[in-house]
C-alpha cells in the first residue's frame, strides 16, 4: 500500500518562507514524480504547484524564482520550500505521486492528505 503524507504547514506571515515535507511509504520514488498541488479552502480544482523526478524539476509559472523542490531518495522523501509567501498561496497543499512525468491532477496515482498553509498578510 502507497501513502503520502505532508507535513510542514501552519500559520505563517507574508514574505515568510515554509517548507512542506512529503514521506511516500509502500514505493520507492527513484522513478516515480513527486508533485505538489495545491487546493484553496471551498473550491474543487486543484493547481500545480512543482514536481521532481529524477533530477528534473519543474515549477508553475506564479512560483518560478520562489520555489525548490527537492527529494531525498534513501529517506523516500520530499521537500518544497516556498519563499516570499503571499495570502493567495493559502491552500492546502498536497502531495501526489505518478509514474510519468504530468502536471495533471487526473494522472496522479496516489495523493496524500494534505496540509493546510496560512498566510496573513
Known amino acids: 500500500q502507497v501513502t503520502l503524507v505532508e507535513s510542514g504547514g501552519g500559520l505563517v506571515q507574508a514574505g515568510d518562507s515554509l517548507r512542506l515535507s512529503c514521506v511516500v511509504s509502500g514505493r520507492a520514488i527513484g522513478n516515480s514524480m513527486i508533485s505538489f498541488f495545491r487546493q484553496w479552502v471551498g473550491k474543487e480544482e486543484r493547481q500545480f504547484v512543482a514536481g521532481i523526478r529524477w533530477?528534473?524539476?519543474y515549477y508553475a509559472d506564479y512560483v518560478t524564482g520562489r520555489a525548490a523542490i527537492s527529494k531525498d531518495n534513501t529517506e523516500n522523501t520530499v521537500e518544497l520550500q516556498i519563499s516570499s509567501l503571499k495570502p493567495e498561496d493559502t491552500a492546502v497543499y498536497y502531495c501526489?505521486?505518478?509514474?510519468?512525468?504530468?502536471?495533471?491532477?487526473?494522472?496522479?496515482?496516489?495523493w496524500g492528505k494534505g496540509t493546510l498553509v496560512t498566510v496573513s498578510s
Open positions: 533530477s528534473a524539476t
Open positions: 501526489a505521486m505518478s509514474n510519468r512525468v504530468t502536471t495533471q491532477v487526473d494522472a496522479m496515482d496516489f
